[in-house]
């Protein structure tokens, strides 16, 4: 009690200005003279333009824990449309291989790139299947669109392909429209070169390039490519470039065709014809 008696006394002063202010509001609120009306209207609507000033300013607090909220639904929405975007690839890229798969009657192994290098003279890929898988060296290697390359190197779960951009691998080809036959390769510096194709052939712009019978390794008729350049590279033969129907830039699942080389044709042309491919 004495703590409590010594408090009152420190706080004394404020005590009566509290009492004094609530009589002063009590008298002022029970006058009905015509003065005190207009001070209380006066007093009531300054406070509420006030109170709706405030009101008006945003909690900014608030604000923050809105705008991590939105910011987080953000992120998990854009998630979501990247996952199904992906989804609807995918099963377009796999309904493509199905139908391909499907309609092949040489039987094909399904594979998808784990490596690939697109920027040196030799370029190759690294496919997730193997010898397990049935996998050989000089299977070609197809996709929906045409030929990618063909099997070089394999082992029990995994084989390396060159593609059409490899310096060491030559295709005899010829045209789809005209029969004009010719020979593959990759120059190194970014084009697909048809050569041999002699300056009077009929060869021109748009032509379809597929692969030829002549070849021992590839099944005839596989696409290959188009022609978008056609001059004479001399006096004798023609300048023939070609673009893949294969985008390799963005190459992701292909077909082994399970095709082998016929051995006696390739043991008695390698005998005869030593650079045959």
Do not use: C, W
Not at 186 to 207: E, H, I, Q, R, W
Not at 248 to 276: A, C, G, Q, Y
């Amino acid at each position: 009690m004495k703590k409590i008696g010594v408090f009152v006394i420190e706080v004394k002063e404020y005590l009566i200005l509290t009492l004094l202010i609530i009589l002063s509001l009590i008298m002022i609120f029970s006058n009905d003279n015509t003065q005190i009306r207009f001070l209380r209207a006066v007093a009531i609507s300054t406070f509420g333009t006030f109170q709706s000033g405030l009101s008006a300013i945003p909690n900014v607090f608030e604000l923050e824990r809105e705008n991590e909220y939105l910011r987080e639904k953000n992120i998990k929405l854009s998630n979501e449309i990247s996952n199904l975007k992906e989804s609807k690839l995918l099963n377009i890229r796999l309904t493509k291989l199905l139908n391909l798969r499907q309609n092949n009657e040489l039987g094909v192994v399904s594979a998808s790139i784990v490596n690939k290098s697109l920027i040196q003279t030799r370029n190759t890929i690294t496919l997730n299947v193997g010898e397990a898988d049935s996998v050989r060296i000089n299977m070609p290697v197809i996709t929906d669109d045409g030929l990618v390359g063909r099997i070089v190197g394999t082992s029990e779960n995994y084989s390396l392909a060159q593609i059409l951009y490899n310096k060491d691998l030559k295709i005899t080809v010829k045209s789809q429209r005209s029969r004009v036959d010719g020979i593959l390769n990759y120059d190194g510096a970014g084009n697909l070169m048809v050569s041999n194709v002699p300056k009077n052939a009929d060869l021109t712009l748009g032509d379809i390039i597929i692969t030829s019978e002549y070849s021992n390794t590839f099944p005839a008729g596989i696409p290959i490519g188009t022609v978008t350049e056609s001059g004479n590279l001399d006096n004798l033969f023609k300048k023939i470039i070609i673009i893949p129907l294969v985008d390799f830039d963005v190459l992701e699942e292909v077909f082994i065709l399970k095709h082998s080389p016929n051995i006696e044709r390739e043991e008695l042309e390698k005998i005869f014809i030593p650079d045959k491919k």
